[in-house]
């Protein structure tokens, strides 16, 4: 119970700031991404390559680039991103690591999948609607409580075993039909609240495309977690785990969003 207790009241305020960032304009949510950029990348590169004191400088340099990178959309910082990047690289010729391939790999996939992801969240935010990246929470939240309650009444049949034998095909089709309810009712009940049109396809599709990309975002972590020998990334949310178990899902929804809603303005009104 006490476990219990400790992880719902720290899911509840960590998802009280989220939505209250992202109501309280584009400011406020500019500093979220900022922050989830920050503490996402030193949690990622202390479980990747530790933050040892001889590192500081190239540990500096794949942070800020990824925080830079993050913020280029509202900055327009995508210059600086780039040139700390080239930086970083000519920085690993005076490094004299053991392994220095290994330690750019590390760092270019700091910059891309926390920097990069987080930057498209922020575009999503920003230059299409606020509501979009709510209601992706929302659908990621969603999924993972239908995904939750299925998969542990009737799941039987695993989804990728060799990464999380606790996660079901019943488990995967549960969060789906729950978020396609939900995106249905969003559609026919609210959808002047949300500001992105009354179209039932559009809806649904959002639903489909957040609920797989939710899925792999968070096998995608468990996979390098299961590399890594690790059960969390962290302890920074008690009862939750580190930073990174909890945005895990949004890094992989917020590129497959931003292509989506690229695609629909493209070809098709809303």
């Known amino acids: 119970m006490k476990k219990f207790l400790t992880r719902a009241g720290s899911g509840i305020i960590y998802a009280g700031v989220i939505i209250g960032c992202i109501l309280g304009g584009e400011i406020s949510f500019f500093i979220l991404v900022l922050l989830l950029a920050i503490l996402a990348s030193i949690e990622f590169t202390k479980i990747t390559q530790g933050l040892r004191s001889e590192r500081k400088w190239m540990i500096s340099l794949d942070i800020a680039t990824s925080v830079a990178l993050a913020a280029s959309t509202y900055a327009n910082l995508l210059y600086l991103s780039m040139a700390l990047f080239l930086i970083r690289f ?53 999924n993972d409580t239908g995904a939750y309650i299925i998969g542990c009444r009737f799941g039987k049949h695993r989804l990728f075993e060799r990464i999380s034998p606790k996660k079901s095909w019943e488990g995967f089709f549960g969060g789906l039909g729950f978020n396609i309810a939900i995106a249905c009712a969003f559609c026919l009940f609210c959808s002047e609240w949300w500001g992105l049109g009354n179209n039932i396809i559009f809806w649904i599709g959002l639903a489909i495309i957040v609920t797989l990309f939710s899925t792999w975002g968070d ?30 899902s949004l890094l992989a929804v917020a590129p497959a969003v931003a292509i989506y809603m690229a695609i629909w303005q493209t070809f098709i009104s809303l």
């Open 219 to 248: 096998l995608v972590e468990s996979l390098m977690k299961r590399t890594l020998n690790l059960k969390d990334s962290g302890n920074m949310i008690p009862g939750h785990g580190g930073i990174l178990d909890r945005i895990d």
């Open 90 to 142: 000519i920085a690993e010729l005076y490094s004299r690591e053991d392994n220095p391939l290994h330690s750019l790999a590390y760092s270019l996939l700091t910059i891309v999948y926390i920097g990069g992801s987080l930057s498209l969240l922020l575009y999503c935010g920003l230059e299409i609607s606020l509501r979009l990246v709510l209601a992706m929470f929302a659908f990621i939240w969603i």
